[in-house]
C-alpha cells in the first residue's frame, strides 16, 4: 500500500513538478557555491565511507520476496522486512518469519531493536509486533492502544517505544506498559498520517504527512512543529529557511543533528540552522526520499533513484544501472577555494555488481557493511578500505 | 402483694417475651435461611454479625494480626534464620540454635521475598504491595535504603558478582535489573504473565524466572506459561519456553551442576467439562524439569498419588549433593521428598512420547518421591542450612517454622515465631480456603482456582445441569463481601450459599462444609480479602490527563455527536462506584450461543487491569477487545462513536479503578494536608 501510494505520488508530483516548476527550478537554480556556503574544508577529504563489492540477495538465495522494505542490523544478524514477512541473515543463511509465526502482518515496513532489552520491534501493516527471545507478540488497534494497524516507523528510544501509524504517532512505555496517541487533535500535525519517528536528547522527532517535523520534548511533554515557512508546495522558495516541505517521510537523528526527508528533497537542522539538500544542487540521488537512517556524522538517505550519504559535505550515491547488474559509486566533494567560492569534484567508480535496485526503502550500516532494501532484493555493502 | 406484683410483672414480660420470641425467631429464621441457602443453619447472630465485619471495633475485638511467615533465607555460618513475615510487614531475625526470634524489623507493605548478600553483610526483602524492596543492614537490623522497582516486586535474586539485584515484578509481568551500588534500575524486561519465581544457575551465567498465570490464549487452545531465560552476563533474556498445559509455576531450583532445574507447577483440565474430580480431571501437581541450555529438554512430571492430590506445590529446593528436592505442597501441609537420580534415570531411559505421557501418569511419582512429610497449616518458602542437613518451613498460616532433618527426612522440631496464640474465625476460615482437604482426594482448595484469593485467569467449563458448555471466567474473591449476588448469573445471593452445598456438589465432590467451617470460611472471604494498591496506574488518587478524559467519557450521558444515551446503556448507570457495580443484573448481548439464556451479574471493576482474560467466558483478551471486537451494537456502552483516542482514554481511567479503602484514605490524607 505504501508503494503504491509513493508511487502514484511520485508519477504526480513529477509531473507537476516538470510541468510548472521546470524552467524555474533550472534558471532559478543556484550554484554550487550559493547552496553549499557553509563548506570550510579545503583539503578535498571530507571523510565519509564508501561502500562496494555488492552482494545482492533475492528470493534465489531464500529471501521470502524481493520487495524488501526495511532493514536493521543487529548484531551477528540482520533483519529485513519484505512483503512476503520478515527475513533473518545469519551465519550466512536466511530464516524467513511469517504470520505463521506470530507476525502481525507480512508486510513488515520498519523495524527496530531495542538496546536496553534487544526486543526487536517490527511495524508491519497490520500491527506491531514484538519479537523478544524467539517469541512474537502482536500489538494491533483492536488489543491495544496503539493508533493504528498501519505501522510505517518503529522506534526503540531506551525503554520508550514510538510509531508512526496511520492513525497518529503512538508512545509505548515498556515500563508503565500504557500508549499515547498523537494526532491533529492533541499534536500540531495537520492530520493523522504520520510515515516517520527517530529519536535523541530527549526528544523525539516525527515525520507527519503534511506537518513537517512534530518535536516532542520528554521533559515537558510539549510539542513544536517545524513546517515549510515558504508555504510553497512545489518549490523551497527561500532556501535554508526551515524543512523543504510539509510532507516528510522520514526524520533521523544523531551526532546533534536532525535530517528529515520528504519527496521534495532533504534538509538537515542543527538546532539552530536549518540547510536544505535538493538533486540539483548535491549529491542526492534523488528529490523523492523514502527514508533516512543517521549513522554518527554520516546519514544514509534512501530514495527512488538510488541511494545517497552525505556528512553534510561530502556525498556518495549508489546508483544501478537501468539496462544492466552493474552501476555506479558517485562520490563528490566540496570544498571552498582561497576565493570564497566553492567547488565540487566528482568521481565516479563503477561497480559490478551494483545494488539490486535503484527505488530503495530501507538502509543500515555498521563498522563493516552497507546493507540496503530495496524494490528487487536486499543489497549489501562492503566498506571499503 | 408484693408476690403479686412479681407475678404480673414476669407474666407480662413471659408474654411479651413469647409475642417477640416467636415472630422473631420465625423472622430470624427467615433470614438466616435466605442468607445461607439451607434451612437448617443454626441460629447464631455472632456467625455473621461479629466474624463478618470488615472494621471497627467487633472487628478488632474478633481478629488478631498475624505474622504469616512467606519465605525466608539462612545465613551463610547457619545461625540465623530472615523470616519475610507478610501480614506483619516485618522482616523477622531468627535465632536458628534457640529458636528464638531476635529482631523484628519493619519494611514495606506485603513483604514478598528476601535475599542476602553474599558477604552476609545486607538483606534485601522485596514489597510487593509498596512496589520497593527494602535493603537492610543486618549489623544494625535497619533498614538503609529503599530501591524502586515494578509492580508488585516478589521474587529476587542476586547476581553472582552480587552488583545487580534481579526483582520480578510479579504485577506488571516484569523483571528490573537495580544496580545495587547506584540503587538505580538498569533496565526493565518483561516476563512471562505474573512472575514471581526466581533462581540463578551455580555457574551464575542463567536465571530463570517462572510464571503464574498462562499468556492469554483463545479458551479450547491448551494454556501456556511462560519460563523466561535470562543471560546474567549479558542481562539480555534469551529464551521464552513456553510450558504446555501447566501454570501456576511457582518457584525453581537448579541441580549443583545446574544441568537440570526443577519447577513447581499445576496441570490444570479447564477444558473438560467439569464433572468429574477423581483420578485427576480437575487438576494436577507436579514439577517442570527443564534443561536451561538452548533448545533443552522439558519434561513434566507428576508428584500425585492415583487416589491423593499434592495440591498447591509452592517452593523447591534441592540438597548440595543433588541427591534431594524438596517440595512443599501448601494445600496438603505436606513436604514430598523427590530423589533425584531416581529422576535422572527414569528421564534418561523413557523413550519422548514416554516422557510425554508421565505429564498425565499419576502413577509415576512412585519412581521418584520417596517420602512425604506432614507440617503444619499452609507450608510455603522452604530454606536449606548451608550444610544441607536441615530443611527449613514456612509455615505461613500457623505463625511457625518446621524444621526437618533432611538425613532422616522427619521433622526435627518447630521454631514459633510469636504470632498470637489464638486462631480467629477468619484465621481458620483461611486455612479451609488454603486446604485441600475438604476435596474428594484433597484434589484442590479454594486458593488453587483464586491464587492470592484473586483469580487464576483461565476460563473453565462449568458444565451446566444438561451437561452442556457453560464457559467461566474466574472471577477475583478481592473484597467481594459487598457485592453481591454471585456466580456470573447471580443466582447466589450471599457468599455463605456460593460455598455452601452449591461448592461440594459441583466442584469438591464431598461433603460440604460443615456450617462452623462454612462461617469461618464466610468471615474469611468477607473480611479477610483486601485489595492491593493500585500502584501502577493509581497510585495516589492523582489521575493524569487521559484518565481524567476516560472518566468524562464513562460518566457520560451524550455520545460524541450530542445524542443522549439510553441510562442503561452508559458505563456509570451499571458500574456504580464504589465498587463499580450497582449489584444488578443486566443484558449486554455478550452470551455466547452455548451458554443458557440469562443476564449477567454486573461485575466490580476495582483492580480491573489485574483480570484478564474479561467477559464472563474470557472471549476478550484485553479490556480494549470488550469494545473493540465485542462491542460492535453498542449493547455494552455506547462505544461506536468513539476515536481510538477516546477509547485508549476510557481503557486508561478503567485501569485506574482501585478499592474504596485507598479512596477514602487519599481523600483523608488530602484533607488533613488542608
Known sequence: MRNILRKNLQTSITMILCGICSVLVINSQPSAGKRTAEVKSKDNTNAIPVYGHWKNFTTKDGLPNNHAYCVRIDGKRVLVGTHEGMAVYEDGKWTNYTTKDGLAHNGVVSIDVSELTGDVWIGTLGGLTRWSAGKFETFNQLNSGLPNDLVYCVYCDGKDIWTATGGGAGHYDTYSKQWEIFTEKNAPMHEPWTYGVSAGDGKVYIAAWGGGIIEYTYKTKQFKDYTDPDGEMEIDLLPDDGPVHDITTGTAYADGMLWVSSYFGFCSYDGTHWKGYFDHDSGLASNFINFVRAKGPVVFICSDKGLSSTNGKSWVTYKKNDNNSDGLTIIKNYARNDDSTVVHTTKEIPSSPSIAHNFIIGVDADDNYLWVATEGGVSRGELLK | ?674
Open chain 2, 1 to 674: 402483694m408484693k408476690t403479686s406484683r412479681i407475678i404480673i410483672v414476669i407474666g407480662f414480660f413471659s408474654i411479651l417475651g413469647l409475642v417477640v420470641f416467636f415472630p422473631g425467631r420465625k423472622w430470624a429464621r427467615g433470614h438466616v435461611n435466605y442468607m445461607t441457602a439451607v434451612d437448617d443453619h443454626p441460629l447464631n447472630c455472632f456467625s455473621c454479625h461479629a466474624y463478618t465485619q470488615k472494621s471497627g471495633f467487633i472487628s478488632k475485638l474478633v481478629n488478631r494480626k498475624y505474622l504469616s511467615p512467606f519465605n525466608l533465607a539462612v545465613s551463610k555460618d547457619g545461625n540465623r534464620l530472615y523470616v519475610v513475615a507478610q501480614e506483619s510487614d516485618a522482616l523477622l531475625v531468627v535465632d536458628a540454635a534457640n529458636h528464638k526470634v531476635l529482631n523484628k524489623i519493619g519494611v514495606g507493605r506485603l513483604p514478598h521475598s528476601v535475599v542476602l548478600s553474599a558477604d552476609g553483610q545486607k538483606a534485601y526483602v522485596s514489597n510487593e504491595w509498596a512496589d520497593n524492596v527494602s535493603v537492610i543492614d543486618l549489623a544494625s537490623s535497619k533498614v538503609v535504603d529503599t530501591l524502586n522497582t515494578g509492580n508488585g516486586p516478589a521474587g529476587l535474586s542476586l547476581s553472582a558478582d552480587g552488583k545487580f539485584l534481579y526483582v520480578i515484578d510479579s504485577y506488571s509481568s516484569n523483571i528490573s535489573v537495580i544496580d545495587v551500588n547506584t540503587g538505580e534500575e538498569r533496565k526493565r524486561f518483561d516476563a512471562g504473565n505474573n512472575p514471581t519465581g526466581t533462581e540463578l544457575s551455580p555457574d551464575g551465567k542463567t536465571l530463570l524466572v517462572t510464571s503464574r498465570r498462562s499468556l492469554i490464549v483463545p479458551y479450547g487452545e491448551s494454556i501456556k506459561t511462560e519460563l523466561t531465560i535470562v543471560d546474567e552476563s549479558t542481562q539480555r533474556i534469551t529464551e521464552r519456553r513456553n510450558i504446555e498445559s501447566a501454570y501456576l509455576m511457582e518457584n525453581a531450583a537448579f541441580t549443583p551442576t545446574g544441568d537440570l532445574a526443577l519447577i513447581t507447577m499445576i496441570r490444570p483440565k479447564n477444558l473438560v467439562p467439569s464433572i468429574q474430580v477423581e483420578q485427576g480431571w480437575m487438576m494436577t501437581y507436579g514439577i517442570v524439569v527443564i534443561e536451561p541450555k538452548q533448545n533443552g529438554k522439558t519434561i513434566q512430571l507428576l508428584i500425585d498419588e492415583p487416589n491423593a492430590f499434592y495440591s498447591d506445590p509452592f517452593d523447591i529446593v534441592i540438597t548440595p549433593d543433588g541427591k534431594k528436592a524438596f517440595i512443599s505442597s501448601s494445600g496438603v501441609n505436606t513436604i514430598s521428598v523427590v530423589n533425584i537420580d531416581s529422576l535422572r534415570t527414569l528421564i534418561a531411559k523413557s523413550r519422548a512420547e514416554q516422557l510425554a505421557n508421565y505429564s498425565n501418569n499419576l502413577g509415576i511419582s512412585s519412581r521418584y518421591i520417596i517420602k512425604r512429610i506432614k507440617t503444619g497449616a499452609d507450608p510455603k518458602g522452604l530454606a536449606l542450612s548451608t550444610d544441607g542437613k536441615l530443611l527449613y518451613v514456612a509455615e505461613q498460616l500457623e505463625d511457625k517454622i518446621g524444621i526437618i532433618s533432611t538425613e532422616n527426612l522427619e521433622p526435627a522440631g518447630t521454631i514459633d515465631l510469636g504470632g498470637p496464640s489464638t486462631i480467629t474465625v477468619a484465621r481458620r476460615g483461611r486455612r479451609l480456603f488454603n486446604n485441600s482437604g475438604h476435596t474428594f482426594q484433597t484434589q484442590f482448595d479454594c486458593y488453587t482456582c483464586h491464587p492470592d484469593m484473586h483469580e487464576d485467569g483461565l476460563v473453565y467449563n462449568m458444565a451446566s445441569k444438561d451437561m452442556g458448555r457453560n464457559l467461566t471466567n474466574t472471577q477475583s474473591l478481592r473484597d467481594i463481601g459487598d457485592t453481591p449476588p454471585y456466580k456470573w448469573n447471580g443466582k447466589n445471593q450471599t457468599v455463605y450459599k456460593q460455598d455452601g452445598m452449591r461448592f461440594s456438589t459441583v466442584l469438591t465432590r464431598t461433603e460440604q462444609f460443615n456450617y462452623k467451617d462454612l462461617d469461618a470460611l464466610t468471615a474469611y472471604i468477607i473480611t479477610g480479602i483486601p485489595y492491593p494498591p493500585n500502584l501502577q496506574y493509581n497510585p495516589n488518587g492523582e489521575l493524569t490527563e487521559s484518565q481524567l478524559r476516560g472518566k468524562a467519557i464513562f460518566e457520560r450521558s451524550k455520545d460524541s455527536y450530542g445524542n443522549i444515551i439510553p441510562e442503561n446503556n452508559r458505563c456509570i448507570t451499571c458500574h456504580t462506584p464504589p465498587y463499580y457495580t450497582n449489584l444488578k443484573m443486566a443484558y449486554v448481548k455478550t452470551l455466547a450461543v452455548s451458554d443458557d439464556s440469562m443476564l449477567f451479574d454486573t461485575p466490580h471493576l476495582n483492580n480491573i487491569y489485574a483480570s484478564p482474560p474479561y467477559l464472563h467466558d474470557g472471549r476478550a483478551a484485553t479490556l480494549e477487545e470488550i469494545w473493540t471486537k465485542y462491542g460492535k451494537e453498542d449493547k455494552h456502552g455506547v462505544v461506536n462513536d468513539m476515536t481510538k483516542n477516546q477509547l485508549n482514554d476510557l481503557v486508561d481511567y478503567l485501569k485506574s479503578l482501585r478499592a474504596p479503602q485507598y479512596e477514602y484514605s487519599d481523600l483523608k490524607n488530602k484533607k488533613d494536608k488542608k
